[in-house]
């Protein structure tokens, strides 16, 4: 069962760079993107990004300028920066599996994310 | 902002069956996948592709969709099953994310 474990720095000042690394456990990383994705307190789900094992990453248009999502293929882990930070960019902060396949039949597509991290709360604060 | 809509809140009487829906245009193409959240804790996947339910998930949540809507059903609402519940697609437009959540919908179980 594949589970996901991150981690990183929960206070910072504005200006400052976020970063967060999230580690995959007990299952495959490749063929499959992984991806970030916050919530501002009270608020609901954004997505971030999301990288393959080749590197291959998709942002946010609304975020890209300020967002960099790395793998590290070695150590099965991916990092997500986010940088010039400031009071709206507080939120938990997920990482999760993202899933998809083409449906034949019906000529739908479907995507989905699990698992999720744990989440990290990060807060942006002089 | 979100591209996909949901109702704000949504109340049901233990044992009676709700349903909560999403709409927008990507749904036109790509089904939703429906991720349930209590209070501190991470999303969790509970219906994704047509209506599948990942392992674990009780057979009491089912999903449906038509045209340009995407419903998450819950046949027989427990007591745990209250908690925010958010619908997720891709969206191919261009116009918005590769991904966008709805809205969100909080579900009570009375």
């Known amino acids: 069962q594949v589970q996901l474990q991150q981690w990183g720095a929960g206070l910072l000042k504005p200006s400052e760079t976020l970063s967060l690394t999230c580690a995959v456990y007990g299952g495959s990383f490749s063929g499959y993107y992984w991806s970030w994705i916050r919530q501002p307190p009270g608020k609901g789900l954004e997505w971030i990004g999301e990288?393959?094992?080749?590197?291959?990453?998709n942002y946010n248009p609304s975020l890209k300028s300020r967002v960099t999502i790395s793998v590290d293929t070695s150590k099965n882990q991916f990092s997500l920066k986010l940088s010039s930070v400031t009071a709206a960019d507080t939120a938990v902060y997920y990482c999760?599996?993202?899933?998809?396949?083409?449906?034949?039949?019906?000529?739908?597509?479907?995507?989905?994310?699990?698992?999720w991290g744990q989440g990290t709360l990060v807060t942006v604060s002089s | 902002s979100s591209e996909l809509t949901q109702d704000p809140a949504v109340s049901v009487a233990l044992g009676q069956t709700v349903r909560i829906t999403c709409q927008g245009d990507s749904l036109r193409s790509y089904y939703a996948s429906w991720y349930q959240q209590k209070p501190g804790q991470a999303p969790v996947l509970v219906i994704y592709g047509k209506n599948n339910r990942p392992s674990g998930i009780p057979d009491r949540f089912s999903g449906s969709s038509s045209g340009n809507t995407a419903s998450l059903t819950i046949t027989g609402a427990q007591a745990e099953d209250e908690a925010d519940y958010y619908c997720?697609?891709?969206?191919?437009?261009?116009?918005?994310?590769?991904?966008?959540f709805g809205t969100g919908t909080k579900v009570t179980v009375l």
């Open positions: 997720n697609s891709r969206d191919s437009s261009g116009n918005h994310p590769p991904y966008v």
């Open positions: 990288i393959n094992h080749s590197g291959s990453t």
């Open positions: 999760a599996r993202a899933a998809s396949y083409y449906d034949i039949l019906t000529g739908y597509y479907s995507s989905w994310f699990d698992p």
